[in-house]
């Protein structure tokens, strides 16, 4: 069967303990980016490296390392519909931390539903939450081994606005702890409180890369148009709202 190019010869550093944002037109790439950079989805050419090491050829030990060490929350949730939402939660914790009592586990996994105020889904099942509840927990998933490069897809995306503050809320926490986060988003509050770096992409490739200042300042009008969308300001940056937004959530 035929297939396409999702990506593009494309070169892209992730700096150690920063935060990068993802943002393109719908289909440009931005998930796929993100699955690829996270070693889900291999790519068919060139290589993945993890603090200069090929995802692909590291040893079983140092790839068992690399796992541990981050989270992903899908776009999707991808939630096991079979199993409850505790029994998500705990999952990363049995296949990272095995060594690890059942008595602890559940004392994780409660921390981590009333932290994010969902203190009474544990015994649920994800069919019976709500889409943004689903994605939530999905998150909470992400974060509950404590990763030191954390991966977010639309975190916010269908998620009402009280979860989404308190989404948004707890990614500023862990940012403010020095964790790595690539994040593909489009909602511009969550940009302004998390990129310190923002990538571009159209069609698969590259348009431009940096600091958040230097692309939010770019002239190249593939850029402003992907920041327009965001930020629903078609003519002019001259207003600079996304530094109003900055100025009320400092990176």
């Given at each position: 069967?035929?297939?396409?190019?999702?990506?593009?010869?494309?070169?892209?550093?992730?700096?150690?303990?920063?935060?990068?944002?993802?943002?393109?037109?719908?289909?440009?790439g931005k998930s796929t980016l993100l699955k690829v950079a996270a070693g889900l989805i291999p790519p068919d050419r060139g290589s993945v490296l993890y603090q200069g090491d090929d995802?692909?050829?590291?040893?079983?030990?140092?790839?068992?390392?690399?796992?541990?060490?981050?989270?992903f929350a899908f776009q999707d949730a991808a939630l096991w519909e079979n199993k409850s939402i505790g029994e998500n939660l705990a999952l990363p914790l049995r296949v990272h931390y095995?060594?690890?009592?059942?008595?602890?586990?559940?004392?994780?996994?409660?921390?981590?539903?009333?932290?994010?105020?969902?203190?009474?889904?544990?015994?649920?099942?994800?069919?019976?939450?709500?889409?943004?509840?689903?994605?939530?927990?999905?998150?909470?998933?992400?974060?509950?081994?404590?990763?030191?490069?954390?991966?977010?897809?639309?975190?916010?995306?269908?998620?009402?606005?009280?979860?989404?503050?308190?989404?948004?809320?707890?990614?500023?926490?862990?940012?403010?702890?020095?964790?790595?986060?690539?994040?593909?988003?489009?909602?511009?509050?969550?940009?302004?409180?998390?990129?310190?770096?923002?990538?571009?992409?159209?069609?698969?490739?590259?348009?431009?890369?940096?600091?958040?200042?230097?692309?939010?300042?770019?002239?190249?009008?593939?850029?402003?148009?992907?920041?327009?969308?965001?930020?629903?300001?078609?003519?002019?940056?001259?207003?600079?709202?996304?530094?109003?937004?900055?100025?009320?959530?400092?990176?």
């Amino acid at each position: 069967m035929g297939g396409y190019e999702v990506l593009r010869e494309l070169s892209i550093s992730f700096p150690s303990g920063k935060s990068t944002v993802i943002m393109g037109p719908s289909g440009c790439g931005k998930s796929t980016l993100l699955k690829v950079a996270a070693g889900l989805i291999p790519p068919d050419r060139g290589s993945v490296l993890y603090q200069g090491d090929d995802l692909y050829w590291m040893s079983e030990r140092r790839t068992r390392e690399m796992r541990r060490a981050n989270g992903f929350a899908f776009q999707d949730a991808a939630l096991w519909e079979n199993k409850s939402i505790g029994e998500n939660l705990a999952l990363p914790l049995r296949v990272h931390y095995p060594h690890l009592s059942e008595k602890e586990l559940t004392h994780r996994v409660t921390r981590m539903l009333e932290s994010g105020g969902l203190s009474e889904a544990a015994p649920l099942r994800p069919a019976q939450l709500s889409g943004g509840e689903r994605k939530f927990v999905s998150f909470l998933r992400a974060v509950i081994i404590e990763p030191s490069l954390l991966f977010l897809d639309s975190p916010t995306g269908t998620v009402d606005p009280s979860l989404a503050e308190r989404l948004t809320a707890m990614i500023r926490d862990i940012k403010s702890k020095g964790c790595t986060i690539i994040a593909v988003t489009h909602d511009r509050r969550l940009v302004s409180t998390l990129a310190d770096r923002l990538v571009i992409l159209t069609a698969g490739t590259l348009v431009e890369e940096g600091d958040f200042d230097t692309v939010k300042n770019s002239s190249d009008p593939r850029t402003r148009g992907v920041l327009a969308e965001v930020l629903g300001e078609i003519a002019s940056f001259d207003t600079d709202v996304l530094t109003l937004l900055d100025e009320d959530n400092p990176r």
